[in-house]
């Protein structure tokens, strides 16, 4: 049995424990989606939002919030409390390296963020007649490439923080920002058009998740970017900015 297995498993068991962690990060944005869907106003079609309803298109914007809490909140802080108490410099003095510490945080990240967007996708369909994603793979691609751009952000929020506060701090900073410019706490229609544009390449890809969920490419200021784009400009973010956090990471 490896460390890293063995490192996964304990990780995830603290997760759980964790009650926020679970409850804002995986089962809110379900919970969320279904308490405004319990508004019959908002299952009506709507222009604004090119004949879907509000449920439909914000859908995808719920899941971000949760992806979000994931990526941005939970790997900062749990980095910077194990930093802070010296766990990292025990752990260097023994045969396994920190650095599996990390990369058991990274996988229950990303298992969280799958059930989380499992959910999301089916209450939607079972309960409020949201119709599953259009093109599935592409769906699936970008979730994966705009939560991997956000965990890199999340990453170099612990590289950079050498005390919680600070951690606790910058990932709150990072998380409004994110949602903010990515559309998520405002329709596309009530935004200027400069920030639906820039909107498109912000992780976790609102936009993207959107357009392989409905089949169709628009926003408010007409044909969103090629989704080839929006996920291309995202992985290029992860890699530079993953490639920043493992240059900057210190465990003590």
Do not use: C, K, N
Request: proline share 7%.
């Amino acid at each position: 049995m490896s460390a890293l297995y063995r490192l996964t498993v304990a990780e995830t068991r603290l997760f759980l424990r964790d009650p926020v962690s679970v409850g804002f990060g995986v089962l809110f944005p379900a919970v969320l989606l279904l308490g405004l869907g319990a508004i019959p106003a908002l299952r009506e079609p709507a222009e604004e939002f090119g004949g879907a309803t509000f449920v439909q298109s914000w859908a995808p914007a719920a899941l971000a919030l949760g992806l979000g809490i994931l990526a941005l909140q939970q790997i900062p802080v749990v980095v910077a409390t194990y930093r802070e108490r010296g766990i990292l410099r025990r752990m260097s003095t023994t045969p396994v390296h920190p650095g599996a510490m990390l990369a058991a945080q990274l996988l229950v990240a990303l298992g969280a963020a799958v059930v989380a967007g499992a959910l999301v996708v089916a209450s939607a369909w079972l309960l409020l007649d949201v119709p599953l994603p259009r093109q599935p793979l592409e769906f699936a691609v970008a979730f994966v490439v705009g939560f991997g751009a956000l965990l890199a952000v999340g990453v170099l929020i612990a590289a950079v923080a050498p005390t919680l506060r600070l951690a606790t701090g910058l990932s709150t900073l990072a998380y409004v920002g994110a949602m903010f410019t990515g559309g998520v706490f405002l329709p596309q229609f009530l935004l200027p058009d400069a920030l639906v544009r820039i909107s498109a390449y912000v992780p976790p890809g609102v936009q993207a998740l959107l357009d392989t969920w409905s089949g169709v490419a628009s926003t408010t200021a007409g044909a969103s970017p090629p989704l080839m784009l929006q996920v291309g400009i995202m992985a290029v973010l992860a890699g530079v900015v993953g490639g920043a956090a493992a240059t900057l990471f210190r465990w003590e």
